[in-house]
């Protein structure tokens, strides 16, 4: 099965830089995953050596032998300055990490969390973000997991008299079913058009924002909107963001590449949005840490607000809700 990708992204490789290990998350470890673990901790191979590492998982699925515990800090109990302890026997979860894909006929396609430092920092490299195929993420021929479309029809759109890319909210044109080969050529075409573009939008939409938090899950919170966040957006970010412009541009090409939206969506215009709301939260995200810190935008501070930004979109709004109206 063939492997796409953002080209900016084709040189990832995890410097474990412990990000996602020290997010607190729950780690779900398979029962083989867990019996190597083990095996290595009582030949004296890993850490922790004499305390519990594995908490029960009861409503797991039946392949989970439990959760990886964390120590008093948050972090992963295998999670240390060197970098992982187990990393030859980590968990999927962990092996997947920052990898999301969708797999449909025409393969797998990968996009990143930027919630990873060193995927945020990729963005920063001096490349012409374009849809290219690349190698499998696993060289063992085992698939990603992620969003399962290999049974469903292309999306649909709505066609446009005017020859858009897409018919304009509201407009009365009529639904086609796509190609697949047509779909692929308007991702290229859009992230294209996405990674050049430099002009410096207004200040953010906060009702996309809004929705955006409205996304999460009832048992999580996120900060709201700075209240001077317009005066913020004037003085602090938006005269620095032609500088960072082709940076953002790469990352707005990665919420089109590999789009999950795409397929849950109603297509090309559910994934247009999808970038209309990264823009969003991002200008929301930038504002705070310029706030925060008392100072203009420089690429530590669109860094942060970049990780914050698939934070909250990939890893914890809701993909059904994020797309709803």
């Known amino acids: 099965m063939r492997t796409y990708w953002l080209s900016t992204h084709l040189g990832y490789a995890c410097r474990h830089s412990g990000a996602c290990c020290s997010s607190r998350w729950p780690i779900p470890i398979e029962h083989d995953r867990a019996s190597l673990v ?4 009582d030949e004296g191979r890993g850490r922790p050596a004499a305390m519990q590492w594995l908490e029960p998982a009861p ?13 008093s800090d948050g972090d992963c ?31 797998v396609h990968v996009t990143l969390s930027h ?13 012409t973000a374009e849809i290219v195929e690349g190698p499998a993420i696993f060289g063992d021929g085992r698939n990603p997991e992620g969003l399962d479309a290999m049974e469903a029809l292309p999306p649909t759109e709505i066609e446009a008299a005017d020859g ?21 050529r308007w991702e290229r075409r859009i992230v294209r058009a996405v990674a050049s573009d430099t002009r410096v939008p207004g200040p953010p939409d906060l009702a996309l ?3 955006a938090r409205d996304a999460m899950p009832a048992d999580l919170t996120w900060p ?11 003085r602090w970010v938006a005269p620095s963001w032609p500088r960072w412009a082709p940076a953002v541009g790469r990352y707005l090409a990665a919420r089109v590449h590999g789009s999950w939206a795409m397929c849950l969506g109603s297509g090309p215009r559910d994934v247009l949005r999808s970038v209309d ?15 925060r810190t008392v100072h203009g935008l420089d690429r530590p501070l669109l860094e942060s607000a970049i990780r914050q930004t698939d934070l909250l979109l990939i890893h914890y709004a809701d993909p059904q809700r994020l797309l709803r109206s």
């Open 164 to 184: 858009a890319d897409v018919a304009p909210q509201g407009c009365a044109g009529r639904p086609r079913l796509m190609g697949w080969d047509e779909v692929s």
């Open 224 to 234: 709201d909107v700075p209240a001077d966040v317009a005066e913020v957006w004037a």
């Open 277 to 291: 709301i990264a823009r969003s939260v991002l200008q929301v995200e930038a504002a705070r840490v310029c706030a």
């Open 59 to 71: 409503t797991a699925p039946g392949e989970v032998a439990g959760i990886l515990a964390h120590r």
């Open 77 to 107: 109990v295998f999670h240390g300055a060197s970098g992982c302890a187990i990393y030859r026997h980590r968990p999927r979860s962990c092996e997947h990490f920052p990898y999301v894909c969708v797999i449909d006929p025409r393969g």
């Open 209 to 211: 924002f809004a929705h």
């Open 115 to 127: 919630y990873c430092p060193t995927a945020a920092a990729l963005l920063f490299d001096d490349d």
């Open 38 to 41: 083990q095996r290595a901790l």
